[in-house]
């Protein structure tokens, strides 16, 4: 035992992780998740066993090198490794879509240990965020003059993520794996200041060390910690009897925004745009929705990444940009052929379907679903949603309401109708196509199962 891991594991038990919980440890093969693999096979802390899972982003040269190293060092320690790899084309299409390479690799990556972690029914997913992640985080958002509750910067404990690294630094880490006898690897686009975060680190912080203060780290970490508090206040106030809550899960009335005090009304406005669009508003983004809704204007406002604000007399939503919801989605279950190729007009796509033997590498995640042949009922069937469908997705434990698992999944409301169902021969769904599978339909993780494999094919876009 280390001093290292024991304050790992002390920090994974304060954030509710006990040791019959079964967890998945994200790992590049970089110092920090490197650490926290290596102290958490040291200390044996988790009674079921620790998964790894490994995401090739094919963006470099080398990449799948690194990825036979990651592989030696799990098989060094005895820990199951699920590896994945990303598609070129659908990394270039989520770039566009968020406007940033660097935030279409986080969602890519996220969503593959969301799916590693539903496959081997992980209660939470460890990521190797550090002090310094955190500091980087925080400065990067008041230089983008983002809403200040987002200086608090990466939370400690999401569901199902948590992140025990936050209070150790990069020095640390670097410095158990080296006394663990391992050398992680090396990322060479960390030194790439044409990317904002690296110029943070190389540049920004450097120069206030020097020109301001030597500790302005534990400034910047006072300052995020101030916001988390000011954050947690403000949630409780929208939770309680007000029914604010309910409120922003239907889309924002602006009625109700107009009401409050501007401050007040900031804060809220700015807490809807991180639910719906994913991300923390930038100041100037922020400040012209709410003088557009101050000002009771109509009409769709541009976001960054790919979203549009649609500004409406009783309630303001978050659609993805691009032709305003059809129908083309039948209303009424048509087959999809099994092998075969289902399309549609409006949103132009296809379902592609084909029986195949699964493998022991992941599929891309997203726009592809495995579905487990075993007693699935024939034929499959597509439609779109309809009031009172229930789901029960992969890693849930139950079936909640579609309506409800869309919500949480922050689809926006206009977007809902567009997105295929895949349901069995007896109706039920199967596949929220784009978004989860059901737990019914998840393949088992034995070799060489058989399953039928289903992508979603856009124009001009290959599959996965």
């Known amino acids: 035992m280390t001093a290292f891991s024991a304050r790992v594991c002390e920090r994974l038990r304060a954030l509710g992780a006990l040791p019959s919980h079964r967890v998945l440890v994200g790992l590049s093969g970089g110092r920090d998740s490197s ?14 066993g620790i998964i790894a899972a490994h995401l090739d982003h094919g963006v470099r040269e080398g990449s799948g090198q690194e990825s036979g190293q990651v592989e030696a060092l799990c098989r060094s320690l005895g820990i199951e490794l699920l590896k994945g790899s990303l598609d070129g084309e659908q990394v270039h299409r989520i770039t566009r879509e968020k406007g ?4 279409a690799l986080r969602e890519l990556r996220y969503d593959f240990l969301r799916s590693c972690a539903a496959s081997r029914k992980a209660d939470w997913i460890l990521t190797g965020h550090t002090r310094d992640d955190q500091v980087e985080t925080i400065l990067f958002r008041v230089l983008r003059r983002m809403d200040p509750l987002s200086f ?10 948590l992140r ?3 209070g150790v630094s990069r020095r640390q880490t670097l410095s158990f794996c080296l006394e663990q006898g391992v050398a992680p690897l090396e990322d060479p686009t960390n030194l790439d200041v044409r990317f904002a975060r690296n110029r943070i680190r190389e540049r920004i912080l ?18 995020g910690d101030a916001a988390r508090k000011m954050g947690s206040g403000m949630e409780g106030v929208l939770s309680a009897g007000s029914g604010w809550g309910i409120r922003l899960q239907e889309g924002l ?16 406005l700015a807490g809807f745009l991180r639910q719906e669009a994913g991300k923390w508003p930038s100041g100037a983004v922020l400040e012209e929705a709410f003088r557009r809704i101050l000002g009771s204007a109509h009409g769709p406002m541009d976001l960054p990444g790919g979203h549009v604000l649609d500004l409406g007399p009783k309630r303001v939503y978050i659609r993805n940009r691009g032709p305003e919801p059809g129908n083309g989605i039948p209303s009424e279950s048509v087959v999809l052929p099994v092998p075969g190729t289902l399309r549609f007009e409006c949103p132009s796509m296809a379902l592609v379907a084909q029986k195949v033997v699964a493998s022991d590498v992941f599929p891309c995640p997203g726009d592809t679903a495995m ?4 007693g699935l009922r024939m034929p499959l069937m597509v439609r779109r949603r309809r009031p009172g469908d229930r789901f029960a997705p992969l890693g849930l434990g139950g079936g909640k309401k579609l309506k409800d698992f869309l919500i949480d999944r922050k689809i926006p409301r ?12 007896e109706g039920e769904i199967l596949w929220v196509a784009g978004v989860e599978i059901s737990q019914k339909a998840a393949l088992r993780g034995r070799p060489g199962e058989n399953a039928v494999r289903i992508r979603i094919e856009r124009p001009g876009k290959s599959g996965c």
């Open 253 to 268: 009335n602006p009625e109700d925004l107009r009401l409050l005090p501007p401050a007040f009304g900031r804060a809220v």
């Open 35 to 48: 650490a926290l693999l290596l102290a958490l096979a040291s200390e044996k802390y988790f009674s079921r």
């Open 100 to 103: 940033s390479l660097e935030a």
């Open 164 to 166: 025990p690294l936050l």
């Open 206 to 223: 450097p120069s206030l060390r020097e020109s301001f203060h030597p500790e302005v780290e534990k400034m910047v970490l006072r300052m």
């Open 371 to 374: 579905i487990r042949e075993e």
């Open 414 to 425: 206009p977007e809902r109708d567009r997105i295929p169902l895949v349901l069995d021969g």
């Open 152 to 161: 608090s910067g990466i939370p400690e404990k999401r569901p199902p993520f």
